[in-house]
């Protein structure tokens, strides 16, 4: 109740908020919202301009642009929130038993994170994804699998801290088990964290999903996607840019909000952040307006 206290006076999180549910609808009601079949082609319409009838024109199929936005957004968004999912719950379950059990274990999972965080996230992803081929399903496994390490790592340090908490040690010495530890005692204080990381992250895995349906390892046609559309449109981009900005605007506007709500998030969990930077930038006024000398 607290947090939700502090997330509600925050009108950032208002506004990402408000736009990420805005968005989550659209997605999820796209038949009933969508004007025209993102599908349907129709070479004697192509290229139309924003008219009465293609609120956003057409592109070079004779696709309604506005059509393929709004089901782009149901693509996008639940492949964004399944590796968002797929990429926490890994690197809790190796991060909390890592930093919890130690020694040869820790050894051996931290030697596998390294491996993966040797890698850059969009070359390992890329790979992947040429590996495996494109669909939906590699794409998640692609993405998931190029970000997990660093969350995981995250996750131990914070275990580790916390196994010096007095808490922890009452537990041990009452006879709990590692495993209810771990799960009752542990888990509740890395989650709030990771939640953090997972808003902020959110609007990075909807950009990597751009990046790679532009490349053409992502999304495939005639799959409406953003990061599709871009690359579709970007050869009649001096006739009509509208079809590469349109989805490049909603691509910024949506990866924005997740960022917005995971610093609203932060601010909500350690208030103490945000007044750190108030009183920084306080007295940064007050050192410019005092005579040199």
């Known amino acids: 109740m607290l947090l939700l206290k502090r997330l509600l006076r925050n009108k950032v999180a208002w506004f990402s908020v408000g736009v990420i549910f805005c968005i989550a609808v659209v997605a999820l009601f796209a038949p009933y919202i969508a004007p025209h079949d993102p599908l349907e082609v129709e070479l004697t319409r192509r290229l139309q301009s924003p008219n009465a009838t293609f609120l956003l024109g ?19 968004l639940s492949i964004a929130l399944t590796v968002t999912a797929l990429t926490t719950s890994i690197s809790l379950i ?5 930093g919890y059990v130690g020694g040869k274990v820790d050894s051996v999972l931290m030697r596998i994170c390294d491996v993966f965080l040797s890698f850059p996230n969009l070359i390992l992803a890329l790979a992947i994804v040429g590996i495996m081929g494109a669909s939906p399903v590699n794409l998640v496994i692609a993405l998931g699998a190029s970000h997990w390490a660093w969350y995981a790592r995250i996750v131990r340090s914070k275990v580790l801290s916390l196994k010096q908490e007095n808490f922890i040690k009452a537990a041990i010495v009452s006879g709990t088990s590692s495993v209810q530890i771990m799960v009752k005692h542990l888990l509740p204080y890395t989650i709030a964290e990771i939640a953090v990381l997972a808003s902020l992250d959110t609007g990075w895995v909807i950009l990597q999903i751009s990046a790679l349906s532009f490349l053409g390892l992502g999304i495939q046609p005639p799959t409406p996607e953003w990061g599709a559309m871009i690359t579709d449109g970007r050869e009649f981009f001096r006739r009509e840019p509208g079809l590469m900005l349109y989805p490049g605007l909603i691509i910024f506007i949506v990866a924005l909000s997740f960022n917005l709500l995971g610093d609203a998030l932060r601010d909500a969990l350690d208030p103490r952040f945000g007044k750190t930077i108030k009183q920084r930038a306080s007295l940064t006024t007050v050192e410019t307006s005092l005579p040199n000398g």
């Open 58 to 76: 057409t592109d070079h199929l004779g696709r309604c642009i506005l059509s393929r936005l709004i089901y782009g957004a149901r693509i996008s």
């Open 94 to 98: 190796v991060g909390t038993i890592a």
